[in-house]
């Protein structure tokens, strides 16, 4: 198919749904409830085809991180919108000031009408149908454009999808990065957007054309900050857990290690103990994803090759494994130690099982370098809920902030979840998401006594009363 055909076909679902959309009106609660389960029944009754899809297009992923980390967050969220979805939709009562008084104001949130979806590759099923699943429990029908990069994947969400929507609901647009270009310039009611920083700038810049509003999910450099005396198992379990899930290729995994300085070997030492006991076998073992493409294989063999080639110490965690068919792309869980500023994976987000490890002296001095760099999506912090940590929340800022943990904010449903500056534009999950996906329509009612409304040309007494009301009166006249 030709790149105007491909327009023209993306240009033509958009119409269809649009137009569905406006003859059938917003749906009510029971419709949103139904599309909801109906979306839930098939990824459930599409699990195997999914898991199977995901580890071909990885080369190999364990099945039970994509069931952990992909069908069972998109679950849960369907769960949890279906849930609330009732006081979500109530209208809002709002303030009226007091010579309006008998009047009534409110906020109803009501459907944007078609909204777009542009998925990334590294989660290719819960980034897809979590926000396809906000999208429908605010009423709106939705277009997606998932990766192709995991091919089978999407033709596996393609299937899927259109055996439970039809394609005024619901469809699935497929194609490479001329597509994505025209997807992104469709003029939709709302755009979201998960992937590179890089590439979101394209995508809001195109959607500005049409002044779509968008949500972008991106990434960045996100800390972990390690307390002085807090590397422990509890700590190592949790970066080695965030670091290493999915090989690393996750927006919100640790991208470096702040670490107190006296407490260096340790870290060292317990995290390559830590990769040991999570996988026996190494890298070969099945539970160790490989990496999406030679592209990002090789880029990431580069970065570790920069920095140690700039003096940085370089530690690998086991050997990588030879001879293991669909494992070509197998990249050895790596630390880097001290690696400068001017290193290439001190500079870009890393998106492997690649660690930076840096130093510091006091949490003023872990601050200042979090600070100096752009803002990130998540942040980690590990130690006691003492003065440091309140410090460091109220000094710095990102998308969102583990205590002692790493990637479960993301599980929970009922925070919101987004980035802030480079990081991401605006949130959705929770309430934030469903509103995100709504236009909150203020309406005020005028209630039989209407003050402002007897303030109109010629004015006169009334009109000063009404203003002494209101502004005060003046000590003098003019």
Same mark, same amino acid.
């Given at each position: 198919?030709?790149?105007?055909?491909?327009?023209?076909?993306?240009?033509?679902?958009?119409?269809?749904?649009?137009?569905?959309?406006?003859?059938?009106?917003?749906?009510?609660?029971?419709?949103?409830?139904?599309?909801?389960?109906?979306?839930?029944?098939?990824?459930?009754?599409?699990?195997?085809?999914?898991?199977?899809?995901?580890?071909?297009?990885?080369?190999?992923?364990?099945?039970?991180?994509?069931?952990?980390? $992909? %069908?069972?967050?998109?679950?849960? @969220? =369907?769960?949890?919108?279906?849930?609330?979805?009732? *006081?979500? &939709? /109530?209208?809002?009562?709002?303030?009226?000031?007091?010579?309006?008084?008998?009047?009534?104001?409110?906020?109803?949130?009501?459907?944007?009408?078609?909204?777009?979806?542009?998925?990334?590759?590294?989660?290719?099923?819960?980034?897809?149908?979590?926000?396809?699943?906000?999208?429908?429990?605010?009423?709106?029908?939705?277009?997606?454009?998932?990766?192709?990069?995991?091919?089978?994947?999407?033709?596996?969400?393609?299937?899927?999808?259109?055996?439970?929507?039809?394609?005024?609901?619901?469809?699935?647009?497929?194609?490479?990065?001329?597509?994505?270009?025209?997807?992104?310039?469709?003029?939709?009611?709302?755009?979201?957007?998960?992937?590179?920083?890089?590439?979101?700038?394209?995508?809001?810049?195109?959607?500005?054309?049409?002044?779509?509003?968008?949500?972008? $999910? %991106?990434?960045?450099?996100?800390? @972990? =900050?390690?307390?002085?005396?807090?590397?422990?198992? *509890?700590? &190592? /379990?949790?970066?080695?857990?965030?670091?290493?899930?999915?090989?690393?290729?996750?927006?919100?995994?640790?991208?470096?290690?702040?670490?107190?300085?006296?407490?260096?070997?340790?870290?060292?030492?317990?995290?390559?103990?830590?990769?040991?006991?999570?996988?026996?076998?190494?890298?070969?073992?099945?539970?160790?994803?490989?990496?999406?493409?030679?592209?990002?294989?090789?880029?990431?063999?580069?970065?570790?090759?920069?920095?140690?080639?700039?003096?940085?110490?370089?530690?690998?965690?086991?050997?990588?494994?030879?001879?293991?068919?669909?494992?070509?792309?197998?990249?050895?869980?790596?630390?880097?130690?001290?690696?400068?500023?001017?290193?290439?994976?001190?500079?870009?987000?890393?998106?492997?099982?690649?660690?930076?490890?840096?130093?510091?002296?006091?949490?003023?001095?872990?601050?200042?370098?979090?600070?100096?760099?752009?803002?990130?999506?998540?942040?980690?912090?590990?130690?006691?809920?003492?003065?440091?940590?309140?410090?460091?929340?109220?000094?710095?800022?990102?998308?969102?902030?583990?205590?002692?943990?790493?990637?479960?904010?993301?599980?929970?449903?009922?925070?919101?979840?987004?980035?802030?500056?480079?990081?991401?534009?605006?949130?959705?999950?929770?309430?934030?998401?469903?509103?995100?996906?709504?236009?909150?329509?203020?309406?005020?009612?005028?209630?039989?006594?209407?003050?402002?409304?007897?303030?109109?040309?010629?004015?006169?007494?009334?009109?000063?009363?009404?203003?002494?009301?209101?502004?005060?009166?003046?000590?003098?006249?003019?």
């Amino acid at each position: 198919m030709t790149p105007d055909e491909d327009r023209t076909r993306m240009a033509d679902l958009l119409h269809r749904q649009r137009s569905a959309f406006l003859h059938d009106g917003p749906p009510g609660l029971a419709l949103r409830k139904s599309r909801l389960a109906r979306l839930r029944a098939a990824v459930l009754a599409h699990r195997e085809a999914l898991k199977d899809a995901v580890s071909a297009d990885f080369g190999n992923r364990s099945r039970h991180e994509t069931d952990i980390m $992909e %069908l069972a967050c998109v679950v849960q @969220a =369907i769960d949890y919108l279906s849930n609330h979805l009732r *006081r979500f &939709m /109530q209208r809002e009562r709002r303030h009226v000031p007091f010579v309006y008084r008998s009047a009534r104001a409110y906020v109803e949130y009501q459907p944007l009408g078609v909204v777009g979806v542009m998925a990334p590759w590294n989660y290719p099923v819960s980034l897809t149908l979590v926000p396809l699943a906000t999208a429908l429990a605010a009423g709106n029908r939705a277009m997606l454009k998932p990766s192709e990069l995991t091919p089978r994947t999407s033709a596996a969400l393609r299937h899927m999808l259109a055996g439970a929507f039809a394609q005024d609901e619901v469809a699935v647009v497929l194609g490479g990065p001329e597509v994505g270009a025209a997807f992104s310039a469709l003029p939709f009611d709302h755009l979201l957007f998960t992937g590179s920083t890089q590439v979101g700038r394209k995508v809001m810049r195109a959607a500005s054309d049409n002044l779509v509003p968008v949500t972008l $999910e %991106l990434g960045g450099k996100s800390p @972990a =900050i390690v307390a002085r005396g807090h590397v422990n198992d *509890r700590t &190592m /379990q949790s970066v080695v857990y965030g670091k290493l899930s999915n090989a690393g290729q996750t927006c919100v995994a640790p991208d470096y290690a702040l670490v107190h300085q006296d407490d260096l070997e340790a870290f060292i030492a317990r995290y390559a103990a830590t990769v040991q006991r999570f996988y026996p076998d190494g890298p070969a073992s099945r539970d160790y994803t490989t990496i999406i493409s030679d592209r990002h294989y090789d880029r990431l063999r580069g970065l570790v090759e920069d920095a140690r080639r700039n003096g940085a110490r370089v530690i690998e965690v086991g050997e990588r494994p030879a001879h293991l068919p669909g494992r070509e792309r197998t990249l050895v869980p790596t630390l880097v130690v001290n690696a400068g500023d001017d290193a290439l994976l001190m500079q870009e987000e890393i998106f492997g099982p690649i660690l930076p490890v840096r130093t510091y002296g006091g949490i003023d001095e872990a601050i200042a370098y979090v600070n100096a760099r752009p803002r990130p999506l998540a942040l980690y912090y590990f130690g006691a809920e003492d003065g440091d940590c309140a410090r460091l929340l109220a000094r710095t800022t990102s998308g969102n902030v583990g205590i002692n943990n790493t990637l479960m904010h993301v599980a929970q449903d009922d925070l919101p979840f987004g980035g802030v500056g480079p990081s991401g534009m605006g949130a959705y999950h929770g309430i934030e998401g469903f509103r995100a996906m709504s236009h909150a329509k203020g309406v005020f009612v005028q209630g039989r006594w209407n003050l402002p409304g007897l303030l109109h040309a010629p004015f006169g007494k009334l009109a000063d009363m009404a203003a002494a009301l209101t502004l005060g009166r003046t000590s003098r006249k003019p």
